[in-house]
């Protein structure tokens, strides 16, 4: 807020910079604008168009005042809609010049005739050419320069961040990766150190630091400390960052691929006068795969044959999304405009179906999802599994009771459980589907057994986004396992990460586009890898929070809601998905507030939705939307139609198609 305040003289004065900008094309406007509109629809026309009498190149020049300097090695850019611009890529970005520490300023001939879009954005290269990107405006939609008839016409100076009329906060966000990768480090656990001598290394009072061996360009380490407010990714403090017990601290390294094999990092830990305790060694050659656990060996700084103590720390490694390119065209990732209402979620469709008194629909199918769509759900969420040989199935359940065929099945004991990520998806489609009710076995159609297609079991993602109206929104959950916080997992996993995310986002990018579509998972990594590898989709952490129901996860993330908050800041996601049972007390609506004073949504979920006072409830305090089962049963009674069945709304939606 201070912040803010001091920032609000230099907006105005650039405001009547702005103001006296724009009166000096202004007499030109009419004249261009009936050219525009007749040539406007013809797409990206490229300056090297044949001539044209009434459609000149002209020398637009762009400025652009920073509200702080960029550091030594950044430098800022454009692009837009037309080839002069680079047509949104950003390998074909047009670079500007720095007139002083906050002022840049280019010309780039443009086509007179024509209104354009652009957005700037902040940018390195490293040793081998290739651009980085740190920071872009994300405003729903681009700048806009309008037509000009004078053979050269400044533009209007722009302030990095504000655009389109939105004068008070900078839309300014991370961008995605390209020709670089994440290394995340993360202190996010209990018992991490072993110590061998505390009286000379004391992990609750710690200082850490981790140091590039050799620096690169576009090598960067920055750390996220997580506190509300400000956990915020930064550069590390001179003698490293103050840990003890039960901080969440992730250091978070980008690094171009081409020295992902070739660089080392040092840990330093100091003490609390900043003298040097000892260091560790790692490299990323030690990532041997998407995520692991680096067993290090903290070296003391006086004496270099003693250790003092051990640490078991985990990494996450992101890689760029591995199909088409992305662009700075659109961007929806943190689109959810605040005058929406609370919106109704489907849980699973119409709700959990291997239960007692369950739906006439099984949950996760086609069917339920309609019947959700049917009783005015705005969205329905839904469960994704990887099959063996790489297919996006829905279900919710890590694996499933089954039976060889003819095998006449009595009580559970006789039933096998055998993993979706173990199974190919011709097998699963055949396979005999089971559960236990009350102690009973309650057998139910397998999908290639089930003549109706809308109701079969295990479909197919694609065929999910194919099938259902672009009225229902989608709320896409990443099904990944957890580890508990006293031991074990909740199933195994074999399958790369990366290439979970990977394919699930191909089939999202081709065929989920053109409707409201959010990311969700219980794994703050794979909620990391989302926000990194793509720029067109908004992705929440959803976390089971304080809750009597089941064992804590072992993340530190995943605990209660304000530590999901602070990992949704931290990494720029759209907010959260936090369990219903963290808001029944008084301090429910002091919660929500403070997630959206960050910005953030909340989606609430669970079994203490299920009612329609319940509804009604989360409504009342602030949720975002409210993910419950049965919405035959519980949608509220004035409802007439679900909020986005709407031309207008479904419009918004549009640009995110590729295609």
């Known amino acids: 807020m201070k912040r803010c305040l001091q920032l609000q003289p230099q907006l105005r ?51 652009v005042r920073l509200q702080a300097p960029l550091a030594p090695e950044e430098q800022l850019a454009l692009t837009g ?31 007179s005739c024509r209104q354009l879009e652009y957005r700037y954005f902040v940018y390195v290269e490293n040793a081998a050419g290739y651009k980085q990107i740190r920071r872009w405006e994300t405003h729903f939609k681009p700048r806009v320069l309008h037509a000009s008839m004078e053979e050269q016409c400044h533009s209007p100076l722009d302030v990095f961040g504000l655009a389109n009329g939105d004068e008070s906060t900078p839309q300014v966000h991370r961008g995605w990766l390209n020709h670089e990768a994440i290394v995340q480090l993360k202190f996010n656990g209990e018992k991490m150190f072993q110590v061998h001598d505390i009286e000379t290394f004391d992990p609750q009072h710690v200082q850490l630091k981790i140091v590039p061996v050799e620096e690169s360009p576009g090598l960067v380490v920055e750390y996220t400390k997580h506190l509300y407010g400000q956990s915020h990714l930064q550069l590390q403090p001179a003698h490293g960052v103050s840990y003890t017990k039960g901080d969440i601290v992730i250091f978070h390294i980008t690094l171009p691929l081409d020295r992902m094999m070739h660089q080392s990092f040092r840990l330093e830990c ?4 900043h003298e040097l305790l000892g260091t560790a060694s790692l490299s990323a050659a030690q990532l041997t795969g998407s995520e692991g656990l680096l067993q290090l060996h903290i070296k003391s700084a006086q004496r270099a044959d003693e250790t003092l103590a051990r640490l078991r720390l985990p990494y996450v490694l992101v890689q760029p999304y591995q199909y088409s390119p992305l662009d700075f065209k659109n961007t929806y990732a943190h689109y959810w405009p605040r005058s929406w209402p609370n919106l109704d979620v489907g849980h699973r469709g119409n709700g959990k179906s291997y239960i007692a008194e369950a739906p006439l629909e099984r949950e996760n199918t086609i069917a339920s999802f309609l019947s959700a769509h049917a009783h005015h759900a705005d969205m329905v969420e839904l469960d994704v599994h990887l099959t063996a040989d790489g297919i996006p199935v829905i279900y919710h359940d890590f694996g499933l009771r089954t039976a060889p065929p003819g095998k006449v099945i009595e009580k559970p004991d006789q039933l096998e459980y055998v993993l979706i990520k173990d199974i190919n998806y011709e097998l699963l489609k055949r396979l005999r589907i089971f559960s236990v009710i009350n102690g009973k076995v309650q057998e139910y159609p397998a999908h290639n057994a089930e003549p109706r297609v809308e109701h079969r079991i295990f479909p197919r993602l694609v065929e999910v986004l194919q099938q259902l109206p672009k009225s229902l929104g989608i709320d ?102 936090p369990h219903a049972e963290d808001f029944l007390g008084e301090n429910a609506v002091h919660m929500l507030q403070q997630a959206r004073d960050l910005g953030q949504i909340a989606v609430i979920w669970g079994d203490d939705c299920n009612s329609k006072e319940r509804v009604k409830y989360f409504t009342e305090i602030g949720a975002t939307a409210t993910c419950y089962d049965r919405s035959d049963l519980y949608m509220p009674e004035k409802k007439q139609r679900s909020f986005f069945n709407s031309s207008s709304l479904l419009a918004e939606f549009e640009a995110q198609c590729r295609m």
Not at 99 to 109: E, F, H, M, Y
Not at 270 to 273: A, S, T, V, W
């Open 81 to 111: 809609d037309a080839k002069a611009l680079g047509e949104w890529q950003l390998s074909r970005c047009v670079p500007l010049d720095r007139l002083d520490d906050l002022t840049w300023q280019t010309n780039v001939r443009l086509q």
């Open 270 to 273: 100091y003490g609390l006068q």
């Open 476 to 577: 896409v959950e990443i099904k990944w396992p957890q580890r508990r916080q006293g031991g074990g997992s909740e199933a195994e996993q074999t399958i790369d990460k990366n290439f979970f995310a990977d394919r699930v986002l191909h089939e999202v990018i081709q065929y989920g586009c053109g409707r409201p579509l959010i990311f969700s998972s219980f794994d703050a990594d794979m909620c990391t890898m989302l926000r990194f590898k793509q720029n067109l989709f908004p992705v929440m952490f959803l976390t089971q929070g304080e809750t009597k129901k089941w064992q804590p996860f072992s993340d530190l993330r995943t605990r209660n809601f304000m530590a999901a908050v602070n990992n949704a800041q931290a990494f720029e996601l759209a907010g959260t998905a």
């Open 13 to 63: 004065h650039l405001r009547a910079q702005r103001a006296r900008f724009h009166t000096q094309c202004a007499s030109y406007a009419d004249a261009a604008a009936a050219i525009a509109a007749s040539n406007y629809a013809t797409g990206n026309e490229l300056i090297e168009a044949a001539p044209s009498t009434s459609c000149k190149p002209t020398l637009r020049q762009f400025n």
